[in-house]
């Protein structure tokens, strides 16, 4: 069973940015309502993506340096990584059609 890995300001290199395949990172916070209706879309998606795309989770709260770096202003935002770079930003509550055709562009994005 796939799962979104928790990463932080020290393993966020080493699990997103070095990462071999495209990975959905959801930066999020426990008081936010709505990042808590998006993590069950996103538990959802890394089951049916595994082996294919990697899932991540910021808490924002705790991880001040990453929401800075990457300009979160927002939450959930969730960005799209793929060799090492971001190449997609969504931005608030949205359905699980728009995450997964959010994923397949990535996927068939060439290097």
């Not at 932080?8 to 936010?32: E, G, M, Q, R, Y």
């Not at 770079?85 to 996927?107: C, F, H, M």
């Amino acid at each position: 069973m796939s799962k979104p890995e928790t990463v932080d300001d020290k393993n966020f290199d080493s699990v997103v940015i070095s990462a071999k395949t495209p990975v959905l990172v959801d930066f999020w916070a426990t008081w936010c309502s709505p990042c808590r209706m998006v993590a069950p879309i996103v538990d959802e998606l890394a089951e049916e993506y595994t082996g294919k795309v990697s899932f991540a989770k910021v808490n924002v709260d705790e991880n001040r340096k990453l929401s800075e770096k990457y300009e979160i202003r927002s939450i959930p935002t969730l960005l799209v990584f793929k060799d090492g770079k971001p190449v997609k930003q969504i931005v608030g509550l949205r359905s699980k059609g728009d995450l997964k055709k959010a994923l397949d562009e990535a996927l068939a994005a060439k290097k």
